[in-house]
């Protein structure tokens, strides 16, 4: 139980292009996700916390204009990167959780490289 | 952002020894986790800990949640080799949704 998928696994686009992450949750209903940013041989970094129906919370510092988040159902998120630049380029994971539980679940991760 | 401190950063071992890490926090936790995470993939969920004091099992591995809970520790017993990855804890102040992440400790292990 609580798998939590991620597409694409990788995707490679050109710079000033606008890619899109999805994150569900096959087995469970999530009212919470997450979507994190892992640079090489760096730990996790929060970059904002989505709960359905409503408008994402972005940590400090990630513009909320260029990583456009949305949570429209209990089962499905995505991650818009917008006008993607090379130092976008990174390793992106989504996780999940539900309503009575703090654990959270990932996703195995989107691996995005801008030309 | 905050960062739990977590050590140590890399252990170099020989298959069939025992594995110890912690955790510590300046701040009180509600909830320590603990993920593995193999390259190229999102981390995997261990183990969870709620109570402080609380000791718990899965298969080899053992964490606890410090009684201060301000701090954790995970054991892994008898090493073999897919052991091999990146451990994280991650904990949880009390009415928070998000985790805070340790720095990661780096198994290797030697056959």
């Known amino acids: 139980g609580a798998v939590v998928s991620q597409h694409p696994s990788w995707v490679i686009c050109k710079s000033g292009t606008s890619v899109k992450i999805e994150c569900r949750s096959l087995d469970f209903q999530a009212t919470t996700m997450f979507w994190y940013r892992q640079f090489p041989k760096q730990s996790l970094m929060l970059m904002a916390t989505?709960?359905?129906?409503?408008?994402?919370?972005?940590e400090q510092g990630v513009e909320k204009d260029k990583f456009l988040i949305n949570h429209a159902s209990l089962t499905l998120s995505t991650l818009t990167v917008t006008s993607a630049h090379p130092e976008d380029s990174s390793f992106y994971i989504c996780s999940a959780s539900w309503g009575g539980t703090d654990t959270q679940y990932f996703g195995p991760g989107t691996r995005l490289t801008v030309l | 952002g905050q960062q739990l401190n977590q050590s140590p950063q890399s252990m170099f071992i020989q298959e069939g020894e025992d594995v110890s890490m912690n955790c510590t926090s300046s701040?009180?936790?509600?909830?320590w986790l603990w993920y593995k995470q193999d390259p190229g993939e999102g981390p995997v969920l261990l183990i969870a800990l709620y109570k402080a004091g609380e000791l718990t099992s899965n298969g080899r591995l053992t964490a606890q949640f410090g009684i201060t809970r301000k701090d954790s520790f995970l054991n892994i017993s008898a090493s073999i080799p897919s052991d091999v990855g990146i451990y994280f804890c991650a904990g949880q102040e009390e009415g928070a949704q998000k985790l805070v992440f340790g720095q990661g400790t780096r198994l290797t292990i030697n056959p």
């Open positions: 701040s009180i936790f509600n909830t």
């Open positions: 989505s709960n359905e129906g409503s408008k994402a919370t972005y």
